[in-house]
């Protein structure tokens, strides 16, 4: 007898069936690794408490079994090893139990919660969201007391809730595990990468049924995909990884992601063969560089999406969308206090990208030029016509960056007396995004007139960009253009791009205050994530702008 054991529990006729298929590559595994291998069926069941069901029975069979062995594989039927599935002996140490810890990935508070409650059982400790699937781990004598059965069973995720309390509670170290040693469904979406890449691909949950016909069919069911595995092995099929990146927010907030997903497929997925990437969005334009630049890239219109139903095709689902108000970010860290592309950076990887690599670029084509040219009726951005150009977004929005026509008048009034030639432009969306009716005496009139690529060409051809807080500002961080901002939303820091690794090169943000600066918050206070779209009570938009003269003269000492 080995001082190892692989084991398992298998009753009734459809885990039977299953176990036909599971089983012998078990015993294969365990003799490979130098280990014995045991079905553990508990006989008789009438002696065992009340609620007992096969589940269960690994509690009285690792218990029972730990007398005799150093240390056990425990495997679920339905677990289907890899041929080439590494020795769990060699990878857990001895004085750890090590299994995949599912509480990274789908918050298990409630069942420990319960089960502490259910068993009395109690801990000094501070719960980390430590929390086990216990359909494959590994275990040593140390251990034996995780496994005795009490006298009462409470069902919680069957035994595991039990076992996690319990494990828990003792303080013992773990061994937390890959999902490629217990690959369930639960992680698809997480990672992306095809099952067969796992070394241990578990069927929970699959094998299930009010009836034994449902059973034996879902037990069907399971078998097939098991052989699909098996033979995806045999034929040693390329392992997939699919990666879907739903893009949301407006324009400027896609913009500003663009960075950020470069970065993420440089340094992992860059012209990978085998994997996989669709980036979904509302404004495709954006992305289509990346097109030119990988080739394992493709970039879809959101519709497109919703269509061809990429979801279902594509496991692992990244989305991002700034001051999404369900990212974990923004729990921590208000959206008016933090820069679009750190939020984004954390919600996506957790950490920041360098400023150095926080650059957007985008791409113009000879059509965008072209459309440029004939929407301004020049020949050439660089003809006398527009020569001294600035390029003015009056956008409308919220309440906090849109601002009275009047007030643009006299900027565009002040800048025209001094011999610039105004191009103003902008797009009316919907009825709550668009562009204002401005004067456009004297000016370029190219509202409602451009595309994104046509609105891209005009910000890079123009020497200085004004606007207000939204989708220009970022445009014009892929070019080397002076920015003007009217900073009411947030502070411009916060707001402008980055370029040679700061928001400061050739861009100011000018305004009398922010919104996010009048929305105080005591150190002794509730908590109160303040908001940068709406006016604080009882203050008007004039209250943060600052005066047309103080835009004038700025954009003007920018032109020089």
Known sequence: MSDFLVCTICHGEAYLKVAEVTHPRMKAYAERIGADFKNMVINPLCDLPDGFCPPWMKLPGIHKNLGLYKRIIFLDTDVLLRDDMPNLFEVVPEDKFGAFFEGQVTDRLMSIDKAMGDYSITSPLMYDGQYFNSGVFVCSQRHRDLFIIPDELVNNFYEQGL??????????????????????????????????????????????????????????????????????????????????????????????????????????????????????????????????????????????????????????????????????????????????????????TKSLLTPDRRTIRLSIKKKDYAELFDAAKVVDWLDGAVRNSVAIHPGTGWASKTFPVGWWNEVIEGLVDFGMKPVIFGKNVNQHHGVLNVNTKHCVDLRNNLSIGGMVALIASCPVLLSNDSAPIHIAGAFDNEIVMIATTKRAE??????????????????????????????????????????????????????PELVVRTVLERMK
């Open 163 to 348: 076992l996690n309390a319990r494990l828990f509670a003792s303080g013992d170290p773990v061994e937390m595990l890959s999902y490629k040693f217990n690959r369930m469904t639960l992680v698809d979406g997480l990672v992306g990468e095809d099952r067969q890449g796992s070394y241990v691909v578990h069927y929970a949950g699959m094998i299930t049924g009010a009836d034994k016909e449902t059973l034996s069919e879902n037990a069907d069911k399971a078998i097939a995909n098991m052989k699909e595995d098996i033979r995806a092995w045999d034929e040693k099929q390329p392992v997939i990884t699919r990666i879907h990146c739903a893009i949301g927010g407006g324009l400027g907030d896609v913009v500003c992601t663009e960075p950020l997903l470069r970065a993420m497929i440089d340094d992992h997925y860059a012209n990978q063969p085998d994997t996989r990437i669709i980036i979904s969005t509302s404004y495709p334009r954006v992305f289509e560089h990346f097109e030119l630049s990988y080739n394992n890239v493709r970039v879809v219109d959101d519709e497109k999406v919703v269509r061809e139903e990429w979801r279902d095709k594509f496991h692992s689902f990244v989305r991002l969308a700034s001051h999404d108000h369900h990212s974990p970010v923004s729990v921590c860290i208000p959206y008016p206090e933090i820069h679009n592309q750190d939020f984004n950076s954390y919600s996506l």
């Open 494 to 547: 916060l707001v402008l791009p980055y370029r040679y690794g700061r928001t400061n090169y050739k861009a100011i943000g000018l305004a009398n205050k922010c919104v996010p600066d009048c929305h105080g918050v005591k150190p002794n206070g509730l908590y109160h994530v303040c908001t940068h779209s709406d006016l604080p009570k009882g203050m008007k938009i004039e209250d943060f702008l600052p005066e």
